[in-house]
T-cell receptor, first 115, second 113 residues
Framework: EAQVTQNPRYLITVTGKKLTVTCSQN?????MSWYRQDPGLGLRQIYY???????DKGDVPEGYKVSRKEKRNFPLILESPSPNQTSLYFC??????????????FGEGSRLTVL | GENVEQHPSTLSVQEGDSAVIKCTYS??????FPWYKQELGKGPQLIID?????GEKKDQRIAVTLNKTAKHFSLHITETQPEDSAVYFC????????????FGTGTRLKVLA
């Protein structure tokens, strides 16, 4: 089944404790991206990657890091989480080599609480 | 900066009635407008989209209209069913040929049986 898989789905952590949210897609998509969803703010892009070893900042990158060493994986790293990073996080991917379609394929989300 | 306003934030309709969700965008260069449906506990899923060279697009019970002059686009759901209950997000592309979008703030639709 074609899908974007995120782990963990739920996490409660404490301020300053480094954590990584993994994202993996099995559709051979070139483009991957991370979003956070907060009430009243919709979806905001954190980082994106056009392909392996190519990453760039989105609209709200502060406090986050990413890496793209393999085409299928795009982990989101919070080096020193703070309570304002409590949010629902989504990873998404889309193919680019077959021409522009625009559709993003989202994972099921990771709900993170930072105490 | 670019933004997308979405209204209403919540919408309740009786089963069988129609629902309309409206969005306004600010970037005149936007040329792609997708709508995503997010069911409880799931990620957003594309349900319909429209490009700037088209004024209306329909897929069974859902349709999207675009008014480029006014920078408005709307989602129309007819004959609503309980399974249409979800959060709906509109979005607008902000850089041609890229995958950067500005999302609206979402509309929670409740279809009452």
């Amino acid at each position: 089944e074609a899908q974007v898989t995120q782990n963990p789905r739920y996490l409660i952590t404490v301020t300053g404790k480094k954590l990584t949210v993994t994202c993996s897609q099995n559709m051979n998509h070139e483009y991957m991206s991370w979003y956070r969803q907060d009430p009243g703010l919709g979806l905001r892009q954190i980082y994106y990657s056009m392909n392996v070893e190519v990453t760039d900042k989105g609209d709200v990158p502060e406090g986050y890091k990413v890496s793209r060493k393999e085409k299928r994986n795009f982990p989101l790293i919070l080096e020193s989480p703070s309570p304002n990073q409590t949010s629902l996080y989504f990873c998404a991917s889309t193919p680019t080599s077959a021409g522009y379609t625009g559709e993003l394929f989202f994972g099921e989300g990771s709900r993170l609480t930072v105490l | 900066g670019e933004n997308v306003e979405q209204h209403p934030s919540t919408l309740s309709v009786q089963e069988g009635d129609s629902a309309v969700i409206k969005c306004t965008y600010s970037d005149s260069a936007s040329n792609y407008f997708p709508w995503y449906k997010q069911e409880l506990g799931k990620g957003p899923q594309l349900i319909i989209d429209i490009r700037s060279n088209v004024g209306e697009k329909k897929d069974q019970r859902i349709a999207v209209t675009l008014n480029k002059t006014a920078k408005h686009f709307s989602l129309h759901i007819t004959e609503t069913q309980p399974e249409d209950s979800a959060v709906y997000f509109c979005a607008a592309s902000i850089q041609s040929g890229t995958y950067k979008y500005i999302f609206g703030t979402g509309t929670r639709l409740k279809v009452l049986a």
